[in-house]
Protein backbone atom coordinates (compact mmCIF):
# COMPACT_ATOMS: atom_id res chain seq x y z
CA UNK A 1 0.00 0.00 0.00
CA UNK A 2 3.20 2.45 0.00
CA UNK A 3 2.32 5.55 -2.36
CA UNK A 4 -1.15 4.72 -2.61
CA UNK A 5 -3.89 7.42 -0.61
CA UNK A 6 -5.68 6.00 1.34
CA UNK A 7 -9.66 7.75 1.97
CA UNK A 8 -11.67 7.24 4.05
CA UNK A 9 -14.76 5.40 2.96
CA UNK A 10 -18.73 6.69 3.48
CA UNK A 11 -20.99 6.01 5.56
CA UNK A 12 -23.21 5.03 2.10
CA UNK A 13 -20.09 2.93 1.05
CA UNK A 14 -20.07 1.27 4.27
CA UNK A 15 -23.71 0.70 4.58
CA UNK A 16 -24.04 -0.99 1.31
CA UNK A 17 -21.40 -3.02 1.77
CA UNK A 18 -23.05 -4.14 5.46
CA UNK A 19 -26.29 -4.23 3.60
CA UNK A 20 -24.76 -6.94 1.20
CA UNK A 21 -22.52 -8.99 3.57
CA UNK A 22 -25.90 -9.20 6.05
CA UNK A 23 -27.79 -10.44 3.50
CA UNK A 24 -25.57 -12.68 2.20
CA UNK A 25 -25.27 -13.88 5.58
CA UNK A 26 -28.90 -14.32 6.05
CA UNK A 27 -29.60 -16.13 3.13
CA UNK A 28 -27.09 -18.12 3.90
CA UNK A 29 -28.15 -19.18 7.55
CA UNK A 30 -31.77 -19.42 5.42
CA UNK A 31 -31.08 -21.92 2.64
CA UNK A 32 -28.47 -23.93 3.65
CA UNK A 33 -29.94 -26.25 6.38
CA UNK A 34 -28.96 -27.65 9.05
CA UNK A 35 -25.55 -25.93 8.97
CA UNK A 36 -26.96 -22.45 7.66
CA UNK A 37 -26.86 -20.60 10.96
CA UNK A 38 -23.76 -21.16 11.84
CA UNK A 39 -22.38 -20.48 8.40
CA UNK A 40 -23.66 -17.60 8.31
CA UNK A 41 -22.61 -16.33 11.69
CA UNK A 42 -19.05 -17.16 11.25
CA UNK A 43 -19.36 -15.26 7.62
CA UNK A 44 -20.75 -11.68 9.52
CA UNK A 45 -17.65 -12.35 11.50
CA UNK A 46 -14.50 -13.23 9.50
CA UNK A 47 -15.28 -11.55 6.29
CA UNK A 48 -13.41 -8.92 6.57
CA UNK A 49 -10.83 -11.39 7.11
CA UNK A 50 -11.08 -13.36 3.88
CA UNK A 51 -9.94 -11.73 0.96
CA UNK A 52 -7.06 -8.54 1.81
CA UNK A 53 -9.39 -7.01 4.06
CA UNK A 54 -12.82 -7.22 1.63
CA UNK A 55 -15.62 -9.16 2.61
CA UNK A 56 -18.07 -9.69 -0.80
CA UNK A 57 -20.03 -6.21 0.34
CA UNK A 58 -16.71 -4.26 0.43
CA UNK A 59 -15.46 -6.23 -2.65
CA UNK A 60 -18.69 -5.26 -4.83
CA UNK A 61 -18.77 -1.42 -3.39
CA UNK A 62 -15.12 -1.27 -3.37
CA UNK A 63 -13.92 -0.46 0.09
CA UNK A 64 -11.39 -2.49 2.44
CA UNK A 65 -10.81 -2.97 5.85
CA UNK A 66 -6.64 -2.19 7.61
CA UNK A 67 -5.03 -2.35 10.67
CA UNK A 68 -5.06 1.46 11.92
CA UNK A 69 -1.46 1.05 12.91
CA UNK A 70 -0.02 -0.57 10.03
CA UNK A 71 -1.62 0.16 7.02
CA UNK A 72 -1.99 -3.89 6.30
CA UNK A 73 -5.50 -5.73 5.26
CA UNK A 74 -7.62 -6.80 8.02
CA UNK A 75 -6.89 -10.52 9.47
CA UNK A 76 -9.15 -12.99 10.43
CA UNK A 77 -8.91 -12.22 13.86
CA UNK A 78 -9.25 -8.63 14.19
CA UNK A 79 -12.14 -9.27 11.57
CA UNK A 80 -13.87 -11.62 14.10
CA UNK A 81 -13.05 -8.78 16.51
CA UNK A 82 -14.85 -6.03 14.20
CA UNK A 83 -17.54 -7.83 14.10
CA UNK A 84 -18.41 -8.85 17.45
CA UNK A 85 -21.68 -6.80 17.24
CA UNK A 86 -22.81 -7.34 13.84
CA UNK A 87 -22.30 -11.43 14.48
CA UNK A 88 -24.20 -10.83 17.86
CA UNK A 89 -27.78 -9.17 15.49
CA UNK A 90 -27.16 -12.50 13.17
CA UNK A 91 -27.10 -14.95 15.96
CA UNK A 92 -30.08 -13.42 17.54
CA UNK A 93 -31.78 -13.64 13.84
CA UNK A 94 -30.92 -17.07 13.45
CA UNK A 95 -32.58 -17.85 17.73
CA UNK A 96 -35.41 -20.81 16.35
CA UNK A 97 -38.92 -19.24 17.43
CA UNK A 98 -37.80 -16.03 19.05
CA UNK A 99 -34.84 -15.27 16.68
CA UNK A 100 -37.05 -12.44 15.29
CA UNK A 101 -38.38 -11.28 18.10
CA UNK A 102 -34.87 -10.80 19.36
CA UNK A 103 -33.35 -9.14 16.12
CA UNK A 104 -36.20 -6.51 16.09
CA UNK A 105 -35.43 -5.33 20.07
CA UNK A 106 -32.09 -5.96 20.34
CA UNK A 107 -30.05 -6.49 17.26
CA UNK A 108 -31.66 -3.10 15.34
CA UNK A 109 -30.35 -1.44 18.35
CA UNK A 110 -27.01 -2.85 18.24
CA UNK A 111 -27.15 -2.10 14.28
CA UNK A 112 -28.69 1.64 15.08
CA UNK A 113 -25.68 2.24 17.59
CA UNK A 114 -22.73 0.87 15.21
CA UNK A 115 -24.27 3.24 12.42
CA UNK A 116 -24.58 6.19 15.07
CA UNK A 117 -21.03 5.82 15.84
CA UNK A 118 -19.71 5.27 12.00
CA UNK A 119 -22.18 8.43 10.81
CA UNK A 120 -20.95 10.50 13.70
CA UNK A 121 -17.28 9.76 14.11
CA UNK A 122 -14.39 12.06 12.42
CA UNK A 123 -12.90 9.02 11.24
CA UNK A 124 -16.14 6.78 10.72
CA UNK A 125 -15.01 4.52 13.07
CA UNK A 126 -17.67 2.11 14.47
CA UNK A 127 -17.98 0.53 17.74
CA UNK A 128 -16.58 -2.79 16.07
CA UNK A 129 -13.20 -0.69 14.89
CA UNK A 130 -12.57 0.80 17.57
CA UNK A 131 -12.43 -2.88 19.37
CA UNK A 132 -9.94 -3.98 16.31
CA UNK A 133 -8.35 -0.83 15.79
CA UNK A 134 -9.46 -1.06 12.21
CA UNK A 135 -10.29 1.73 9.46
CA UNK A 136 -12.74 1.29 6.28
CA UNK A 137 -11.18 3.04 3.23
CA UNK A 138 -11.18 3.43 -0.41
CA UNK A 139 -8.36 3.49 -2.71
CA UNK A 140 -7.37 6.84 -4.09
Do not use: W
Not at 1 to 19: D, G, P, Q
Amino acid sequence: MNNVKMIKATFLERASAKFIDMAFALSVAGVLSPIGPVTGLVYSLIADGLMEGRSIGKLLVGIEVIDQNTNAPCSIHKSALRNIPFGFAVLMFIVPVIGLFLFISLGLVIIGAESYFLYTDLQGMRIGDTLADTIVVKKG
